[in-house]
């Protein structure tokens, strides 16, 4: 029986990792599909301090991992598939095995949202994507208009990294005024190739008879007004779900999946503890998920030290 099984390998998970690999509970960490998280998508991280030329997101969880194995954290390419939650030990299927914990760490972050259009769904990977820093220096969008859809910072960031390929990069966005930080909107709004198209929704992606991106349908909300936008990629940054759904209906979350600890880091299941994007829907930050990722770690140390007493 595994002490602590801490699912997710972002910031969160590998953080929890190297606290509770520390305190010697050798921990075993279940990297999901996407080891590394999200920040592995992301070009240079320039707000995680310690770095003051900013650190590439890939380097950030590299080392993050090496860290946390250098005092004996385990890793295990894996998924979880299932859970049973009302019983000691913890259960869970891990790709079809079963795996039992005395502690789990939930560091299982989010996943990129869609926009829902049939469209969406039929073109993606060709010319449809959710990351620029993947797939933005493919053949298909050199010196190509592409669009961006979104308003955050991940959308100014895509933007402002696909300047490098593009010809004209379209930041799409369905109000008149960016969500984003000043720096990165500033940033977006000042490139030269960048421009933005304002209170404007996507309602197709075309063109699917061609199995390949042409252009986009937009509306316009505040007119109605529909226009076609030529364009060779799509590239959607319009937010993030949660990565919660495994644990539906045992561990207690929000109306759109993320889980609401009840005290730091405690679930509403004694042994079950919760860090990162996977339960915060407010910061988001990689430095935010690595500090509840160490909150997590010593709430589950502090619970097995009082079972063991
Ligand atoms: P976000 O801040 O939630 O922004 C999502 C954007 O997508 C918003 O502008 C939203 O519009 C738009 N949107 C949502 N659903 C939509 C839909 N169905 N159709 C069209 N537009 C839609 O998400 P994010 O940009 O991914 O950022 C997430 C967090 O990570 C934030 O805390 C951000 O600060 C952080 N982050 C930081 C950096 C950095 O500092 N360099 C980089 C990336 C991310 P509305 O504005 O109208 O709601």
């Not at 226009?227 to 495994?246: E, W």
Request: proline content about 4%.
């Amino acid at each position: 029986m595994e002490r602590v099984v801490i699912i997710g390998s972002g910031c969160a998970g590998w953080t929890a990792a190297l606290y509770t690999a520390r305190a010697n509970l050798k921990p075993l960490v279940l990297t999901g599909t996407q080891p590394g998280g999200l920040l592995t998508t992301t070009t240079i991280v320039e707000n995680y301090p310690g770095f003051p030329e900013g650190i590439n997101g890939y380097e950030l969880m590299v080392r993050l991992q090496k860290q946390a194995e250098r005092f004996g954290a385990r890793v295990e390419f894996g998924t979880v598939e299932a859970v049973d939650l009302s019983r000691q030990p913890l259960q869970l299927t891990v790709d079809g095995a079963a795996v039992e914990a005395e502690t789990i760490i939930i560091a299982s972050g989010a996943s990129h949202r869609h926009l829902g259009l049939e469209s969406e769904t039929k073109l993606e990977t060709r010319g449809v994507t959710y990351c620029a820093t993947c797939d933005g220096a493919l053949p298909i969008f050199r010196d190509k208009p592409l669009v961006v859809v979104g308003g955050g910072d991940s959308a100014c960031e895509e933007a402002l990294y696909l300047t490098r390929f593009g010809s004209t990069v379209y930041l799409v966005h369905r109000r008149d005024q960016l969500r984003a930080s000043k720096i990165m909107a500033e940033r977006a709004l000042g490139h030269a190739k960048i421009k933005p198209v304002w209170d404007c929704v996507l309602t197709e992606i075309l063109d699917v008879s061609q199995n390949r991106v042409t252009g986009v349908r937009l509306k316009n909300v505040k007119t109605q007004a529909e226009t076609l936008l030529d364009c060779a990629g799509v590239f959607v940054a319009i937010g993030h779900i949660p990565n919660t759904q495994v644990f539906k209906g045992q561990i207690d979350m929000d109306a759109h999946g993320y889980i609401t600890p009840r005290r730091g880091s405690l679930t509403n299941v004694p042994g079950v503890f919760a860090a990162g994007d996977c339960a915060d829907s407010v910061y988001r930050q990689a430095v935010t998920a690595a500090g509840m990722g160490c909150a997590a770690a010593i709430d589950a140390e502090r619970h097995l030290a009082a079972r063991n007493e």
